[in-house]
């Protein structure tokens, strides 16, 4: 017995549905760990010194995003986690060129 196949196809887009609403609701864990790995980096060329302003605003968002995550707001979660993960690089590039900046200025 076979089913009839708008059948078929309406079970099949109903599986496909239900996988795509669950990637999206999944908690953001590599964008996590991604924003924490920029935070990282900035800090380790000296952005504590350089661009302080930019990594603070970096650690405040992931912060945001940890509390969301922790609050089950996945969505919040992500949003708050990519843009720390902007801000950090932001931080990054500063403070690479506020070195630079320094270095090449007597």
């Known amino acids: 017995m076979s ?6 196809t309406q079970i ?3 599986v496909v549905a239900i996988l795509l609403l669950n990637a999206c609701a999944a ?3 590599q964008e996590m760990s991604d924003a924490r790995q920029a935070i990282r980096s900035a ?13 603070s605003a970096a650690q405040r968002l992931l912060q ?10 996945y969505d919040d979660a992500r949003r708050h986690a990519l ?9 990054r590039e500063q403070a690479v ?3 630079r900046t320094r270095s090449v200025t007597p």
């Not at 089913?3 to 078929?8: D, Y």
């Open 3 to 8: 089913l009839p196949r708008a059948l078929t």
């Open 12 to 14: 099949t887009l109903s």
């Open 27 to 29: 908690a953001p864990v």
């Open 43 to 55: 800090e380790a060329v000296g952005a504590e010194r350089q661009s302080s302003d930019a990594l």
């Open 64 to 73: 945001q995003a940890q509390a969301q995550l922790e609050a089950g707001a």
């Open 83 to 91: 843009d720390a993960r902007e801000q950090a690089i932001r931080a």
């Open 97 to 99: 060129q506020n070195a």
